[in-house]
């Protein structure tokens, strides 16, 4: 009965490790080139300004940190990314995004947690910048 036990606590302990992560973000392949000269970006001229833009898995959020550095972080809100309603924006402080449906709130340079129910940070992809165009990849 002993030994029955133990096998019975290991084969839980292996199942339960094995649990698919239902939270977790499909990945989707990046490779988005942004003009900063395109009216439709005009907002990235000044430090501290971001446009919504597609790709990603549910859209992408571009900032431009310095006047050579631009962030881009995933929409898809970490605490649920596959529900359909959960889309991250950035709020009227212009310093953070958060999700309305679930209250989690990210920093919008690099995506570290503020405040949840999030565990896990804001998705953010590469960026790299020549000057006029804005290259995100993952």
Same mark, same amino acid.
């Given at each position: 009965?002993?030994? =029955?036990?133990?096998?019975?606590?290991?084969?839980?302990?292996?199942?339960?490790?094995?649990?698919?992560?239902?939270?977790?973000?499909?990945?989707?392949?990046?490779?988005?080139?942004?003009?900063?000269?395109?009216?439709?970006?005009?907002?990235?001229?000044?430090?501290?300004?971001?446009?919504?833009?597609?790709?990603?898995?549910?859209?992408?959020?571009?900032?431009?940190?310095?006047?050579?550095?631009?962030?881009?972080?995933?929409?898809?809100?970490?605490?649920?990314?596959?529900?359909?309603?959960?889309?991250?924006?950035?709020?009227?402080?212009?310093?953070?995004?958060?999700?309305?449906?679930?209250?989690?709130? =990210?920093?919008?340079?690099?995506?570290?947690?503020?405040?949840?129910?999030?565990?896990?940070?804001?998705?953010?992809?590469?960026?790299?910048?020549?000057?006029?165009?804005?290259?995100?990849?993952?």
């Amino acid at each position: 009965m002993k030994y =029955f036990t133990a096998i019975l606590m290991v084969l839980s302990i292996v199942f339960s490790s094995c649990k698919k992560d239902e939270n977790r973000m499909p990945y989707v392949s990046v490779n988005v080139f942004i003009d900063i000269n395109n009216a439709n970006y005009n907002d990235l001229n000044a430090i501290g300004g971001y446009v919504y833009v597609t790709g990603g898995y549910k859209g992408l959020i571009i900032y431009r940190a310095s006047y050579e550095s631009f962030v881009a972080i995933e929409r898809a809100c970490p605490y649920h990314p596959t529900t359909d309603c959960e889309r991250l924006v950035v709020d009227t402080s212009g310093l953070t995004v958060s999700d309305p449906q679930c209250g989690s709130r =990210f920093l919008i340079l690099d995506g570290s947690i503020v405040n949840g129910p999030s565990t896990k940070p804001a998705v953010t992809y590469a960026t790299t910048f020549d000057g006029i165009y804005v290259h995100v990849y993952n």
